[in-house]
Nanobody, 115 residues
């Protein structure tokens, strides 16, 4: 079993920055993919960014140039640096860890962007 814990959410003004962190622990074999997803009220959960074991990344068009995902393979952690935040970035952000073909989700952390 793999445990996934996020931290770093909060309330920020438009144009501000936040950094989310996620740590995976437990019976980890290998983690080919770590990523961040988000879900706004009344909307489906959507991909924000993924980072693969070879450090390649992909981003949703809506966050390109503003968000940066990074991982530490030795520590099984993944961070999301969010800059130039907009009100439409408001959502619960979830960390996803894929291990042996199974998806493990964190409990989610709230990010609110408002003046």
């Amino acid at each position: 079993q793999v445990q996934v814990v996020e931290s770093g959410g909060g309330l920020v003004q438009p144009g501000g920055s936040l950094r989310l962190s996620c740590a995976a622990s437990g019976s980890i074999v290998s983690i080919p993919v770590m990523g961040w997803w988000r879900q706004a009220p009344g909307k489906q959960r959507e991909l924000v960014a993924n980072v693969f074991s070879g450090d390649s990344t992909n981003y949703a068009d809506s966050v390109k140039g503003r968000f940066t995902i990074s991982r530490d393979n030795a520590k099984n952690t993944v961070d999301l640096q969010m800059n130039s935040l907009k009100p439409e970035d408001t959502a619960v952000y979830y960390c996803l860890v894929v291990d042996l073909g199974r998806n493990y989700w964190g409990q989610g952390t709230q990010v609110s962007v408002s003046s």
